[in-house]
């Protein structure tokens, strides 16, 4: 039955989260408690401070002495090494992230959850705008492709696949703004908005305005070998002894191209949409560098090099959840798109 294969399944991506959540957490375990020591010693002095003119040296030296080892049995610092990962392992299942080291939120908050937080609409926003347009114009193309193999317009657009395909996405981008913002002005040259931000409508004008030149390089970069894949899993399926029966039997070519060719035709492509729009969540790290977009990609690089484990933690674990989630999404998709698919069904 496939309801059983739709629990089956996310069964197999919860236990398959929990297994990758543990490496992360042997992985980062020593620098992750290296950081939670320094922000407890450090916690504990200010406490210390405040009570300075209210006891004697030694009651303070007590009072550090006692106040140290409750905060390291609350975070299982006083445990072996193998039980302290899994508490940290725990605390990330349940989201919680603590404190970065360095790095705060637009409102100084240092909250791993909220940073991370902030930084994915961004990113969506950017990427996934980009990857959803890329996708229409993509399989648009691609479809066109496919009814004249051969012709202007299919050989045309596969030599500039080919020319576009091999050039780094970065390299684009700087072209992109070299000619775009220093030679026509037309764009900014990277940001959320302006310094300082407009307000009321102008503020949703100013994002679009900062938006559309990244975009525009994403779009450009992406959708020509789209189209190309495109056009190869549809002009495959054109070949099909169904299909040509189905022309046989004098069924307008827009129903036989709409209608059972692009439906058999789904799956990978499908496949390919899902993943495009899933690694999109995870940004992308020189390219939003470069534009200096304030997304997650761009967070990871700050965390990276500021050495601040814990929003790093918390920016691969929610990464992870996207990416498996898309995954089991797309498993399930795939038997609705095409019914020779029978999942979990008896022969």
């Known amino acids: 039955m496939y309801w059983k294969y739709v629990v089956r399944r996310i069964v197999s991506v919860i236990f398959t989260y929990i297994v990758i959540v543990f490496i992360y957490s042997a992985l980062f375990n020593t620098v992750m408690e290296t950081t939670i020591r320094s922000q407890i010693d450090e916690m504990v002095k200010q406490e210390m401070l405040v ?3 209210v006891m004697s040296p030694e009651e303070l030296k007590k009072f550090q ?8 049995k609350k975070y299982h610092l006083d445990e072996p090494s193998l039980s302290r990962i899994f508490w940290r392992s725990i605390s990330t299942l349940k989201f919680d992230f603590g404190n970065s080291t360095i790095i705060k939120s637009a409102n100084g908050d240092r909250k791993v959850l909220t940073i991370v937080g902030e930084k994915i609409p961004r990113t969506v926003l950017l990427f996934t705008l980009a990857t959803f347009i ?4 993509g399989v648009i193309l691609g479809v066109k ?3 004249k193999p051969g012709k202007f317009l299919d050989q045309s657009t596969s030599i500039i696949t080919m020319i576009v395909y091999g050039m780094p996405t970065w390299w684009v981008a700087m072209i992109f703004i070299m000619l775009f913002v220093y030679k026509l002005a037309i764009f900014p040259s990277g940001g959320l908005h302006s310094i300082p931000p407009p307000e009321g409508f102008k503020y949703f004008l100013d994002l679009l305005y900062h938006l559309a030149l990244p975009v525009l390089t994403l779009i450009v970069i992406g959708f020509w070998g789209r189209a190309y894949l495109t056009r190869n899993i549809v002009l495959s399926t054109l070949q099909e002894d169904y299909i040509m029966s189905a022309r046989a039997r004098g069924l307008p070519e827009r129903k036989v191209l709409y209608g059972h060719t692009l439906r058999s035709a789904a799956p990978p492509i499908a496949t390919m949409s899902i993943l495009s729009l899933l690694f999109s969540v995870g940004g992308g790290l020189i390219f939003e560098g470069i534009f200096s977009w304030p997304g997650m990609g761009n967070l990871y690089w ?21 990416y498996l989630s898309g995954l089991v999404l797309l498993d399930l998709i795939y038997g609705l798109l095409d019914p020779r698919i029978k999942v979990g069904g008896k022969a």
């Open 302 to 322: 700050v965390a990276i090099q500021q050495n601040d484990i814990p929003v790093l933690m918390g920016n691969l674990a929610i990464t992870t959840i996207f």
């Open 145 to 147: 492709k496919a009814q």
């Open 65 to 72: 002495r006692e106040r140290l080892e409750f905060q390291y």
């Open 134 to 137: 890329d996708i229409l114009l």
């Open 51 to 53: 009570k300075t003119h």
